[in-house]
Structure formats: C-alpha cells, structure tokens
C-alpha cells in the first residue's frame, strides 16, 4: 500500500458516490450509460470472488465489498428504480463488440488458466474499455450534465493515480504486473481527450458539450 493507491481508491469511490447521489436526488438517470454501469458491476463481481478464498486486510475488504454494492445499487436505480428516466435510446452501445474480444484475450493472455485467474483477467480488460457505452453516449448526445463530467473525471484520476502506483511499487518492490499496467494505460488514454475538455469547459463553469455527429 501507497499514498497512490489509497488516493485512487478514495478517487475511485468518490466517483461511485457522486453517480449515485446524483441519481438519487434528481431521481433520473438520463445522461447515464446504464451499459456501461453493467460493465462495472461485472467487473467488481469477477474480480472479487477472492472475497471468499483470501483474506487480505480490513481495508482491502472493505472497499471490495463497498465497490460491488455501489456498483449493483447504481444498476439497481438504473434499470429498476428510475428506469423511466433511462435515456435508452442514446444508450446504444453493443456490449458485444467489448464482451467477445475481452473474453478471448482473457484466455489467450493470463497469469494461470484456473477459472479465478481468467476471471480476474477478464475484470482487467474489461474495466480498461468499461467506459466506452458513457463515451459514446456523451459523442451521440453532444452533451454532458456536469455532476456526470466530475464522475468521469474522478474515474479518470483513478486510474492515473493507480498508473502512479504502479510506477511506486515496481521502485520500492521490483514488482510489475503487465497486464494491469497495460490495461491501465489503455483506460487512461480514453479519459485524454475527456481531462482536456474537463479542464476548458467544466471547470470554467461551461456545459461539457461536443460537437454532433453527423
């Protein structure tokens, strides 16, 4: 454990408790990709089946636990709770095209071929595209309320704080972990282009907006 790592917990789960209260105190989800919540919530869930196997500290188990709940509560309000208010028809997105690639390289590319290892590998591709269905949906749209920029950006210093500690452990470990570092990078580059728009518009206090696609 690093400063790094903690930073991009508490980043990481800012992000979740600014999503859900903003569905909660609108009481809608439009802006929201739902899809992309999916993804998520499936990413938390194989990636922390260890939580019955290893016991690594207080911490570790706590926000596992505060991750998946987060995480099904927000795809619970989606499609349960506020479902009226889902924007389906910008959520559109085929999860195909990320699901069948990041299953295959989950095989082809892993650690150990036990079911828990392919499983935490497919959690590491798919969190690095996870964000996509809610890019796409803000380029299809033109526009983004603000609340869900400042989600996008905290998951976005997540991950560049997780690049940081990574970058710290293999300077005080030896440790590298290729897949997740490559993945991470992969994530990161997607939110570039978000952090520039983030910084020029939103917190200039300007709407994120985008230009149509035609």
């Not at 990078?185 to 200039?204: A, E, G, R």
């Amino acid at each position: 454990m690093n400063a790094f790592r903690i930073l991009g917990d508490l980043s990481h789960l800012l992000a979740m408790i600014l999503l859900l209260g903003k569905i909660w105190r609108s009481k809608c989800c439009k802006g929201i990709s739902g899809k992309s919540q999916i993804l998520f919530a499936l990413v938390f869930t194989t990636r922390y089946l260890d939580l019955f196997t290893n016991f690594i500290s207080v911490y570790n188990t706590v926000m596992k636990v505060v991750f998946l709940l987060c995480s099904y509560v927000t795809v619970y309000m989606i499609y349960g709770k506020f479902r009226k208010t889902f924007d389906i028809e910008n959520d559109t997105f085929r999860l195909e095209f990320l699901l069948v690639p990041v299953i295959g390289l989950s095989f082809l590319e892993n650690y150990s071929f036990t079911p828990l290892e392919i499983l935490w590998t497919f959690s590491i591709y798919l969190e690095s595209v996870a964000i996509l269905p809610q890019l796409f949906m803000i380029s299809k749209t033109g526009e983004a309320e603000t609340i869900t920029t400042h989600y996008l950006f905290f998951l976005g210093v997540y991950r560049a704080l997780y690049l940081a500690n990574w970058i710290r452990r293999y300077q005080t470990e030896n440790f590298y972990d290729q897949i997740a570092v490559v993945s991470g990078v992969v994530q990161t580059i997607f939110y570039c282009d978000f952090f520039y728009l983030y910084v020029t518009k939103v917190l200039k206090g300007k709407k994120l907006s985008l230009p149509m696609p035609i």
